[in-house]
């Protein structure tokens, strides 16, 4: 049973950084690419950032561009998002997801239908 799970996520004042991590269990993890997603109150969700197989690409919303960092470790199953200069629009619920069958970049652009596989969720509040 495929599990993606998500952690990291708080209450920081806005200048404040956060890393988020996700978990992925029972799928080949490097046969996957992944993905940060976010839905704030009364918004759609929206593609924040994703990365391939390998690592070694990645692609970035506009409004999250030199402040977010997408990594992931394919030994420990995990992805991450390191989260900088926090402002208060980027309060959200934060999401995780896994293709193996979706562009990359079609993580910014088709969000609803990009991933097989989806976490639930970890809450990230920016204060002012």
């Known amino acids: 049973q495929v599990q993606v799970v998500e952690s990291g996520g708080g209450l920081v004042q806005a200048g404040g950084s956060l890393r988020l991590s996700c978990t992925a269990s029972g799928l080949p993890f490097d046969d996957y690419q992944m993905g940060w997603f976010r839905q704030a109150p009364g918004k759609e969700r929206e593609g924040v950032s994703c990365i391939n197989r390998s690592g070694d690409t990645t692609y970035y919303a506009d409004s999250v561009k030199d402040r977010f960092t997408i990594s992931r470790d394919n030994a420990k199953n995990t992805l991450y998002l390191q989260m900088n200069s926090l402002k208060p629009e980027d309060t959200a619920m934060y999401y995780c997801?896994?293709?193996?069958?979706?562009?990359?970049?079609?993580?910014?652009?088709?969000?609803?239908?990009?991933?097989?596989?989806w976490g639930k969720g970890t809450l990230v509040t920016i204060s002012s």
């Open positions: 997801a896994a293709t193996r069958f979706s562009s990359l970049a079609g993580c910014l652009w088709s969000v609803d239908h990009w991933a097989e596989h």
